[in-house]
């Protein structure tokens, strides 16, 4: 039997994504704590923090739905050793653009994927999960302080990792990516597949 695909995200990129690849899934909102996870992990990698928030939106929503294979994810861009989320605020998005602009950064992305057992089984719907994460180098154009602040002001940067979107209106300011495309979107296609194949799960399975 083909368990049902849940994305345990609110990121229209992401979903898009899956749409885009035939992939047929729904959508289900994890409620973690992403802020606390990250300070109660101490001193982590930006890769390893990618994985760890991904595993903890897959947890939140297997743990209440039986019978389904979860997926989430969560990116987190790197710039000299430092990681960078969502910058959330203006000046914040202008200061990040402004570090990056002439310069190249690695996104990570994290992917876990849980298959929850079915309902009225001993463990309440949690399952065997398996991770992975995939990294991708961006590199941006030199651009020109008016051209941040008018990419600050259409409000895109502020609730992506690394105050950048490869899909959007920044696509314009990106020179090239190293790595999977995808990752860089926020969910790598080929790592989903692959993580399906662990759980005995084939993607052309999903396929619309």
Do not use: N
Request: net charge negative; glycine share 12%; hydrophobic share 45%.
């Amino acid at each position: 039997m083909t368990l049902p695909l849940i994305l345990a995200s609110a990121s229209p990129a992401r979903t898009k994504l899956l749409t885009d690849a035939g992939i047929a899934h729904t959508v289900m909102v994890s409620d973690a704590d992403e802020d606390a996870l990250t300070a109660a992990a101490g001193p982590v990698t930006p890769a390893e923090t990618a994985l760890l928030l991904a595993r903890a939106k897959a947890e939140s929503v297997a743990a209440t739905t039986p019978g389904a294979l979860v997926i989430g994810c969560d990116s987190v861009f790197e710039l000299d050793g430092t990681p960078y989320g969502k910058p959330w605020e203006p000046a914040v998005a202008r200061e990040r653009w402004q570090l990056m602009r002439g310069r190249s950064g690695v996104l990570h992305t994290g992917h876990w994927l849980i298959a929850t057992e079915a309902a009225g089984t001993h463990d309440g719907g949690a399952g065997v999960g398996h991770g992975e994460v995939t990294s991708a180098v961006v590199t941006f154009e030199d651009v020109s302080d008016a051209e941040i602040d008018a990419y600050v002001a259409t409000g895109e940067p502020l609730q992506v990792a690394g105050a950048f979107t490869i899909d959007g209106l920044a696509g314009a300011f990106i020179t090239g990516v190293q790595g999977d495309p995808h990752t860089v979107v926020g969910l790598s296609i080929s790592t989903l597949r692959r993580l399906m194949a662990e759980h005995g799960a084939a993607v052309t399975d999903y396929w619309d």
